[in-house]
């Protein structure tokens, strides 16, 4: 490796180290506030009509304010290219842009939030408990509705932020929505007591739940200003001047991503259209997600933030030599990552989700249907974050439309597996569904990336993928079998029994899959090796 391939590869590894801390600890506040809301509702009304109602303002969240999402990305992909003096005014003249159009969706959401939640599940018109969480999922639709504005104003700074070499407060900012959240539920807890789990009290736990959401979402927004501001990257001023250079080649990447990203969101609603009609489904689901999402979260900023801006500086024909090395690196690193997690999480789903969220209203029964959901949610855990990849290399290429025709091919393709798959598997059928487009997406953009960088490497990448699958399904089958001796011995009752039967099992599975990762020298495995050397030997 050449002197400048590893100062490079510090960079990278540097960044990487920074996002992962920050994400960490983020996604354990994120992981307690779940646990939080399952203690306090379980899979009741309260919380299901959370999960409908959440489905635009979270996906809008997600969608425009998640780190790597399309405004995440047009924004670092346009800032890359240009000196910070002319930052300001690009920054000021696109959230002008986004806040304005952003409003009136917010107004649109209050107005249409009946039709909305009818549309997002149909199947609670059927029975009266399914009209009880209609009514509440209305109501908390209509609190959530700015989320639509402060999404974008929080995506736009996720992206200026990271373009200006600042990685900790974007990651860390979600910290702060969990912890107002969490605190929200703390004040109703000792309001109401231990009547906070009857159902009487179903649509006031409802209401906290949508105005904590709220609340959050406008504190993770402020915690990013003064930072925008001391670096020279935007204030809150206003500017029309729509014309000035960088705009449009922000919309050239952000509109058709935005789409892109929004195609998979029908997805979400589709698979909620047939949950609407399987009862407590749409609470299992958003449950056993977080599970996956927490290491998936983290390790995705991991590689997809500090690869995004080489992915665009690396966009001529000249380069892309080194765009292919790029890009097998962040796959290569998503396999080590993903793929070992992916079968543990399937072998070890249960005593997971006993050891997260058995306690008080949510009990055993719970345990086993959010288990069988967490299993098809952990199988796709690699091709979730490959498709992200992929994704994001078009971004650096500047094409938004390629992500964009793939979508909305798999949208119908999505549609056709649920419909397939809910038949046969139920509630976990939805997830499996998703899995499969997520495969067939990340196919597609291989191929296509084939097409356009004139060939990849398939032979040279083929062989390690094939190893790392091999040692993770070893891996996975060690820990199920050691899971299944400690239950035979130890039984399945008690907190610290299930969480032995959790912990013992993974290490065990983890330590197999290093030790299979070593033997196949993999230039990643040993950067990943020496940079925690390094790390432990200060």
Not at 167 to 172: E, G, K, V
Not at 291 to 308: E, K, R
């Amino acid at each position: 490796m050449s002197e400048e391939s590893q100062k490079t590869s510090r960079s990278l590894v540097g960044i990487a180290t920074i996002v992962a801390a920050a994400t960490l600890i983020s996604k354990v506040f994120g992981l307690v506030r779940q646990q939080a809301m399952a203690a306090a509702f379980g899979v009741g009304p309260a919380i299901d009509a959370y999960n409908y109602a959440y489905v635009i303002p979270g996906f809008l969240l997600i969608l425009l304010g998640g780190i790597n999402g399309p405004f995440h990305s047009a924004i670092v992909s346009a800032l890359a290219k240009r000196h910070r003096k002319d930052a300001e005014a690009l920054v000021e003249t696109i959230t002008t842009l986004v806040g304005a159009v952003l409003l009136v969706v917010t107004v649109a959401l209050v107005v249409f939030a009946t039709p909305l939640i009818d549309m997002v599940a149909p199947g609670l018109t059927e029975t009266p408990e399914g009209l009880e969480i209609r009514a509440i999922a209305i109501q908390q639709l209509k609190i959530m509705a700015p989320m639509a504005l402060f999404a974008g104003l929080i995506g736009i700074g996720f992206g200026t932020l990271n373009a200006a070499d600042m990685y900790w407060l974007p990651s860390i900012s979600p910290l702060f929505s969990s912890v107002t959240l969490i605190g929200s539920l703390a004040i109703l807890a000792i309001y109401l007591g231990e009547k906070i789990t009857e159902p009487n009290y179903a649509l006031l736990g409802g209401l906290v739940l949508a105005g904590g959401t709220l609340a959050g979402a406008v504190l993770q927004w402020l915690v990013q200003l003064p930072a925008m501001w001391r670096s020279g990257l935007g204030k809150l001023r206003l500017r029309f001047n729509f014309r000035q250079p960088g705009v449009s080649d922000v919309m050239k990447v952000m509109v058709p991503a935005t789409l892109s990203s929004g195609m998979l969101q029908i997805n979400v609603y589709t698979d909620l259209f047939f949950a609407s009609y399987i009862p407590q489904a749409a609470a299992a689901m958003a449950y056993s997600g977080l599970m996956v999402q927490t290491p998936l979260g983290i390790i995705s900023n991991m590689i997809l933030v500090p690869f995004l801006p080489i992915f665009a500086r690396l966009r001529e024909p000249a380069d892309w030599p080194e765009l292919k090395d790029r890009i097998r690196q962040a796959l290569t690193l998503t396999a080590i990552t993903m793929l070992p997690l992916s079968t543990l999480m399937v072998a070890l789903a249960l005593p997971s989700v006993r050891v997260v969220y058995e306690r008080f209203a949510f009990d055993l029964s719970a345990s086993e249907f959010v288990a069988s959901v967490l299993m098809a949610y952990g199988a796709g855990m690699f091709v979730y974050l490959g498709r992200d990849v992929l994704v994001r290399v078009f971004y650096g290429l500047g094409d938004g439309q390629t992500p964009f025709r793939v979508s909305l091919f798999n949208i119908f393709l999505n549609a056709l597996l649920d419909y397939i798959l809910v038949n046969a598997f139920g509630a976990p059928g939805l997830v499996l569904a998703t899995v499969g487009v997520n495969l067939v997406s990340m196919v597609m953009m291989l191929w296509l990336l084939d097409r356009r960088l004139d060939g990849l490497p398939w032979r040279e990448w083929g062989g390690p993928f094939l190893g790392l699958a091999s040692g993770s399904v070893v891996a996975g089958l060690v820990a199920w079998g050691v899971r299944l001796g400690l239950e035979r011995w130890l039984g399945t009752e008690g907190f610290f029994v299930v969480l032995l039967e959790l912990c013992i099992p993974g290490f065990v599975g983890l330590g197999v899959f290093a030790l299979w990762a070593l033997q196949m020298k993999l230039p990643e495995v040993d950067l990943l090796v020496s940079r925690v050397r390094q790390r432990l030997g200060r």
